[in-house]
């Protein structure tokens, strides 16, 4: 234990965020850090307790977490050597599961700490904001780059298609397992969501770029620019490659099927999103006047939604409906969402606070778009209708102005075509197919869900490949 008072010492401390007239002027990070004193007393309030339900997931019959951690994160652990100034020890026992604390120490909801014991009288520890540190003391003292270096090379080839989360996490382990990886990604960018999905106010893109080099610097080659399936075939990479891993995400976004779909302006959310951090990218971080006037419709009440909500306050728009098609939920837990559970309560994310701050409260429950109308061929408003069991209620339309509308309804799941391409099936529950040499990991195996659980699925199927190629070894021995 790090402290055995600590919890009592030390009253919880976020790390502080920037003022929101300060903050929306500009896309960079919103999210300040604590000094190293106050950090250290954070993870002094862990009191590494006799059942850690922080990475000790609890599941539904079906699979599905609904608190802890899913990547078995040893989080007692280095709370408590964060305390002890012991921090290249913390950083090892973080990475022994994490290959990606960068990304989830900014953009994890994480449910390690709602499910933490003290949350069952208080406010759990700072998990999140203390990953967070450990990682950036690693870059700052370069224990990164040695952390991913092989001891021998197996000889072994092995090609990864897609460079998200998962795909970032099945490379290094494989790399670090002594195999030769060549990772494939269609865009410009590597990264995959974290690059082009992600805000940059709350993940800023040098720090995509940073692992994207320590990819580099490991020994693993990185391929952009290429379609596989398109630019090169699925029968050259089987012939080129021992294994394939695909982890190309659940790219298949939800649409929505109304008149007036066709129009200009009506944007998927990550296709916007993409377009907003190639701006930032190309043109700087200041907040711009692209939308100065312009009113605009989210659809969807998500994680996303609120990314699409901060993104166009950023760019000057003149108001915004956000619409979520589900119910909203209660102010405080029901009697039976208990804790450990993850607590179904309603939350503001950061975009909304911003959105209510200049506009009000932008956002309504139990209601969905009905219908798009535009001049010119782009949309210039929308009728809006109040559900009931996510049906429209006749009577209940109303038209409000709608110059640009962005879709943040979801994925359907991934895009069958590639492995219609390789000739693959999923295998119930394992991130083999019933091709031997081709394996599945991430969203585009399991569906859409959190950065964690991408970098749990690719360390896991990255043993499952090595396992593989050990048989393999074996046989051709025999």
């Given at each position: 234990?790090?402290?055995?008072?600590?919890?009592?010492?030390?009253?919880?401390?976020?790390?502080?965020?920037?003022?929101?007239?300060?903050?929306?002027?500009?896309?960079?990070?919103?999210?300040?850090?604590?000094?190293?004193?106050?950090?250290?007393?954070?993870?002094?309030?862990?009191?590494?307790?006799?059942?850690?339900?922080?990475?000790?997931?609890?599941?539904?019959?079906?699979?599905?977490?609904?608190?802890?951690?899913?990547?078995?994160?040893?989080?007692?652990?280095?709370?408590?050597?964060?305390?002890?100034?012991?921090?290249?020890?913390?950083?090892?026992?973080l990475t022994k599961t994490n290959y990606l604390p960068e990304m989830t120490g900014r953009v994890c909801p994480a449910p390690c700490e709602v499910s933490c014991v003290q949350a069952l009288n208080g406010p759990g520890i700072t998990i999140r904001n203390n990953e967070k540190f450990i990682i950036e003391q690693a870059f700052k003292n370069g224990w990164v780059v040695d952390s991913g270096k092989p001891l021998h090379r197996t000889g072994k080839k092995i090609a990864v298609i897609g460079s998200g989360p998962a795909g970032i996490s099945a490379a290094w382990r494989l790399n670090q397992l002594g195999h030769s990886v060549t990772i494939f990604e269609r865009d410009d960018r590597?990264?995959?969501?974290?690059?082009?999905?992600?805000?940059?106010?709350?993940?800023?893109?040098?720090i995509v770029e940073r692992r994207i080099n320590t990819l580099r610097k490991v020994g693993i080659e990185l391929v952009a620019n290429t379609e596989v399936g398109t630019d090169i075939s699925a029968a050259d990479l089987k012939e080129q490659f021992d294994r394939i891993v695909i982890c190309t995400g659940a790219r298949q976004a939800r649409d929505i099927d109304v008149s007036g779909r066709q129009l200009d302006g009506i944007y998927q959310a990550v296709d916007y999103l993409r377009l907003a951090t190639q701006s930032v990218i190309n043109d700087g971080v200041h907040a711009?006047?692209?939308?100065?006037?312009?009113?605009v419709l989210v659809l969807g009440g998500g994680d996303t939604g609120n990314d699409c909500i901060g993104t166009v306050i950023r760019q000057g728009c003149a108001g915004i409906t956000?619409?979520?098609?589900?119910?909203?939920?209660?102010?405080?837990?029901?009697?039976?969402?208990?804790?450990?559970?993850?607590?179904?309560?309603?939350?503001?994310?950061?975009?909304q606070k911003?959105?209510?701050?200049?506009?009000?409260?932008?956002?309504?429950?139990?209601a969905t778009a009905t219908a798009f109308f535009g001049k010119n061929g782009h949309v210039q408003e929308a009728e809006i209708?109040?559900?009931?069991?996510?049906?429209?209620?006749?009577?209940?339309?109303?038209?409000?102005?709608?110059?640009?509308?962005?879709?943040?309804?979801?994925?359907?799941?991934?895009?069958?075509?590639?492995?219609?391409?390789?000739?693959?099936?999923?295998?119930?529950?394992?991130?083999?197919?019933?091709?031997?040499?081709?394996?599945?990991?991430?969203?585009?195996?399991?569906?859409?869900?959190?950065?964690?659980?991408?970098?749990?699925?690719?360390?896991?199927?990255?043993?499952?490949?090595?396992?593989?190629?050990?048989?393999?070894?074996?046989?051709?021995?025999?």
């Open positions: 234990m790090a402290d055995p008072k600590g919890f009592l010492k030390y009253p919880r401390k976020d790390n502080p965020m920037r003022p929101i007239m300060q903050r929306i002027k500009d896309f960079n990070v919103m999210e300040l850090d604590l000094g190293d004193t106050d950090r250290r007393q954070q993870a002094a309030r862990c009191m590494n307790c006799g059942i850690p339900f922080c990475h000790h997931g609890i599941f539904y019959s079906g699979g599905r977490a609904v608190s802890g951690c899913p990547n078995d994160n040893l989080i007692p652990e280095w709370n408590d050597l964060v305390y002890q100034q012991r921090d290249q020890q913390a950083f090892e026992r590597f990264g995959g969501l974290l690059m082009y999905g992600i805000p940059n106010m709350k993940l800023p893109k040098e711009t006047t692209k939308l100065k006037g312009k009113h956000q619409l979520e098609i589900n119910p909203a939920l209660p102010h405080e837990r029901r009697p039976e969402n208990q804790w450990p559970e993850w607590p179904m309560v309603q939350k503001n994310g950061y975009g911003e959105a209510r701050t200049l506009f009000g409260d932008v956002t309504t429950y139990d209708s109040t559900v009931d069991h996510y049906k429209p209620i006749a009577g209940t339309q109303k038209q409000i102005k709608a110059d640009l509308v962005l879709l943040a309804m979801g994925f359907t799941g991934a895009e069958q075509w590639l492995f219609d391409e390789f000739g693959v099936i999923k295998k119930a529950h394992s991130y083999a197919t019933n091709d031997g040499q081709i394996f599945l990991a991430g969203d585009c195996r399991r569906g859409q869900s959190l950065v964690i659980w991408g970098i749990h699925e690719g360390r896991m199927c990255a043993e499952k490949v090595d396992a593989s190629l050990k048989i393999l070894a074996n046989t051709e021995t025999i």
